[in-house]
């Protein structure tokens, strides 16, 4: 008879009461099961705070390549009047067929492009990508290359009579800095807008 009340006293001590079992929980750090519905609440609250600030900065880096789309239209603007004003102080007599012709194709193309960019429109990454890279190329291949044909119009080997000085120098390079630089803007505003586009699907996962 002796026995029955040391196993109680056992059984007692390996299954404490509710009260202990509350004050060794939350001594220990561990959250009672009573607190485990606040537990939830409390976490999906930290996670919609965090994906409030994931896309507010997206949102942030969006609004700054969108800043910097807007400059390097305008700087591509100007180094497109620039050039052309070259070509006008040169003669338009001097000036191969085709790449007059190319010429005033890429300014009606750049004068689009840099409305769309001013105007936020959603194409026009795409038009500063394919018009920025275009026309350095055609640049670089009729200014930069000796005379090769009938797209050529050589700064390498011009005859005096085209007229050639430091500022069609100047002019040209620079407009076709300012052309690479607008594509690769146009395709970091393309990745930019790509990526605002999916982190708030992810959030509201």
Not at 30 to 35: F, G, R, Y
Not at 132 to 141: D, E, K, L, M
């Amino acid at each position: 008879m002796a026995a029955i009340p040391e196993r109680n006293l056992t059984a007692q001590s390996e299954f404490p009461s509710p009260s202990r079992a509350l004050s060794l929980s939350v001594n220990s750090g561990i959250a009672p099961c009573t607190s485990l519905r606040k537990s939830t609440t409390a976490c999906s609250s930290s996670l919609a705070r965090r994906g409030v600030h994931v896309r507010g900065q997206s949102q942030l880096s969006r609004d700054r390549w969108d800043n910097r789309f807007r400059l390097s239209a305008a700087i591509f603007g100007a180094a497109v009047a620039l050039h052309g004003a070259d070509h006008l102080r040169r003669g338009m007599d001097v000036i191969p067929p085709a790449v007059m012709v190319a010429g005033m194709t890429q300014i009606a193309l750049a004068v689009l492009t840099i409305m769309l960019v001013f105007l936020g429109s959603r194409w026009a990454p795409h038009a500063a990508v394919v018009v920025g890279f275009v026309s350095a190329a055609g640049f670089a291949v009729a200014h930069l290359l000796p005379t090769w044909g009938f797209f050529s119009d050589s700064f390498i080997n011009a005859l005096p009579a085209a007229r050639i000085t430091w500022f069609s120098w100047v002019t040209a390079v620079f407009e076709i800095i300012a052309d690479i630089v607008f594509g690769l803007v146009g395709l970091a505003v393309l990745r930019s807008r790509a990526t605002s586009q999916v982190l708030p699907a992810v959030g509201r996962d």
